[in-house]
């Protein structure tokens, strides 16, 4: 199916694991983004890339990993999960071209409970 | 530097009444700005978005914005509320000289409805 899929949905850890939530879309899209979503925060970039082999930080990339071997996957992992790492994941992509009028197309979310 | 405010984290209207949500934004630049929406579980989605072409926007299920500089706001309206609007809904500003990793959402407005 064409879109963006995430996962897993849900997931639950331990303080000082590692987990790695996954991305994955089917447009061929450039760019592609995490965010986290917190209650009074509204959407935080964390990481972004333009292209396979090019990533960047964003606002709050602390204690995140990502990677882009491949235009379609972007994965991003937690080396060692905190509490406050608790939150919500969306990943996002973007349409070719260095244009901020690009929207951008989420998918559904990766809910992380960090004990 | 950009930034965008929602003014009032949640708003509760009755089924039928006009739905009025509140976004000013502050840019050196001309602006991109957009609203999506996020149903509860879901992603967020594209409600509408303004390029600097017509300053009313018009958007989908109903929904349409008004550009004004002087005034420096994106207010979100909608004349009927259905039940089925009951989300959360995020202003966000851009533009035209950055890519869509630049991209600022506000902190949601979520929207209850009344029967």
């Known amino acids: 199916d064409a879109g963006i899929t995430q996962s897993p949905r849900y997931k639950i850890t331990e303080t000082g694991r590692q987990v790695t939530l996954m991305c994955h879309q089917t447009?061929?899209?450039?760019?592609m983004f995490w965010y986290r979503q917190d209650l009074g925060h509204g959407l935080r970039l964390i990481y972004y890339s333009a292209a396979a082999d090019i990533t960047d930080k964003g606002e709050v990339p602390d204690g995140y990993v990502v990677s882009r071997s491949k235009t379609e996957n972007f994965p991003l992992t937690l080396e060692s999960a905190t509490r406050s790492q608790t939150s919500v994941y969306f990943c996002?992509?973007?349409?070719?071209?260095?244009?901020?009028?690009?929207?951008?197309?989420f998918g559904a979310g990766s809910r992380l409970t960090v004990l | 530097a950009q930034s965008v405010t929602q003014l009032g984290s949640h708003v509760s209207v009755s089924e039928g009444a006009l739905v009025l949500l509140r976004c000013n934004y502050s840019?050196?630049?001309?602006?991109?700005l957009f609203w999506y929406v996020q149903y509860p579980n879901q992603g967020l989605q594209l409600l509408l978005k303004?390029?600097?072409?017509?300053?009313l926007v018009k958007g989908i299920n109903g929904f349409e914005a008004e550009f004004k500089k002087s005034e420096t706001s994106f207010h979100l309206t909608k004349p009927s509320a259905h039940m089925s609007d009951a989300a959360e809904y995020f202003c966000a500003v851009s533009d035209r000289y950055s890519s869509a990793s630049k991209i600022i959402f506000g902190s949601g407005t979520r929207l209850s409805i009344r029967p």
């Open positions: 840019s050196s630049v001309p602006p991109y």
């Open positions: 303004y390029t600097s072409a017509a300053t």
């Open positions: 447009w061929s899209h450039s760019y």
């Open positions: 996002a992509s973007s349409g070719a071209g260095r244009s901020g009028a690009n929207v951008l197309t």
